[in-house]
C-alpha cells in the first residue's frame, strides 16, 4: 500500500488562479472533474456539447433534480441504473408510471431513493408531453432560452465562473416551467442544465475543450 504521503503528492491539483487541473495526457482541463477517469471523461465529451434529442435533453434536466443535495458523480456513476429504472428516460413511458412504480424505485438501492424526486420524475415526464403537444420537442422550448451572446460573460475564467451559479435566463426557464407544473426545476438546477445540455459553455479559458466545444455550438442547427 502507497504510504499518505505518496499517495496525497500523486493527486492532481487545481491552479488557484486559472481553475485548470493539467492531466496525466499533458492536457489542461477545468478542475472539477478531479482527474477522475470517468468523470474526466464526461467533462471531455459530454459536458457542454449541445444536444437536441429530447430523451437526453429530459434524462438530463432530471438527473439535475435528482443530483439537488448530492455530488454530480455520484449521479453520473448511478446513471446506468437510473436509465433501467426509468425507461431510458423516454418520457411517454414514464409518464404512465404508478404509486407502484414508485414503491419499487424506493427499493431499487441503484438510484437515488428519495420519494419526491422519483415522484417528480413521473410528473415531469406528463410535464413533458404537455411542452411537446405545444412545442413539437423538448429542444425546441429548451433551446428558446438559450442565452444571448452580449449576455455572456466576455471572457470564462476561473472567477467568473465561480459568479454563475444561476442566470437571468436559467431563473427565467425555472420559472416558466414551475407556472407548467415541473418540479425540482430551481433556478440552480436549471443552470446546471443549461451546462450540461449545453445551451452556454461553461469550460474555462485554456480548457482544451472550450474551444472545440464553442465551435460544435457554432456548428449546431438549433431546434425550432
Known amino acids: 500500500m502507497a504510504d499518505t504521503k505518496s499517495a496525497t503528492a500523486a493527486k492532481p491539483e487545481r491552479d488557484p488562479?486559472?481553475?485548470l487541473l493539467e492531466g496525466t495526457d499533458g492536457l489542461k482541463r477545468c478542475w472539477w472533474h478531479g482527474g477522475l477517469d470517468d468523470y474526466q471523461r464526461y467533462h471531455d465529451t459530454e459536458w457542454g456539447w449541445p444536444v437536441d434529442e429530447d430523451w437526453r435533453l429530459f434524462e438530463k434536466i432530471c438527473l439535475e433534480g435528482f443530483q439537488s443535495g448530492l455530488s454530480w458523480l455520484t449521479i453520473l456513476r448511478?446513471?446506468?441504473?437510473?436509465?433501467?429504472?426509468?425507461?431510458?428516460?423516454?418520457f411517454e413511458k414514464v409518464a404512465v408510471f404508478t404509486e407502484a412504480d414508485v414503491e419499487r424505485y424506493l427499493q431499487d438501492s441503484g438510484i437515488v431513493r428519495h420519494r419526491k424526486k422519483i415522484e417528480s420524475t413521473i410528473n415531469n415526464a406528463k410535464r413533458a408531453l404537455d411542452l411537446v403537444s405545444e412545442f413539437g420537442s423538448l429542444a425546441a422550448y429548451f433551446w428558446s432560452f438559450e442565452p444571448k451572446p452580449e449576455n455572456r460573460p466576455p471572457r470564462l475564467d476561473f472567477e467568473t465562473a465561480r459568479t454563475l451559479g444561476k442566470t437571468a435566463e436559467s431563473t427565467a426557464l425555472s420559472k416558466d416551467l414551475k407556472k407548467r407544473g415541473w418540479s425540482f426545476v430551481g433556478p440552480t438546477t436549471v443552470y446546471a442544465f443549461m451546462q450540461s445540455m449545453g445551451m452556454v459553455n461553461d469550460h474555462l479559458e485554456g480548457c482544451c475543450c472550450r474551444e472545440k466545444v464553442e465551435q460544435a455550438r457554432a456548428d449546431f442547427l438549433r431546434p425550432v
Open 78 to 90: 448511478k446513471r446506468e441504473a437510473f436509465r433501467a429504472a426509468f425507461a431510458n428516460f423516454e
Open 17 to 19: 488562479v486559472t481553475g
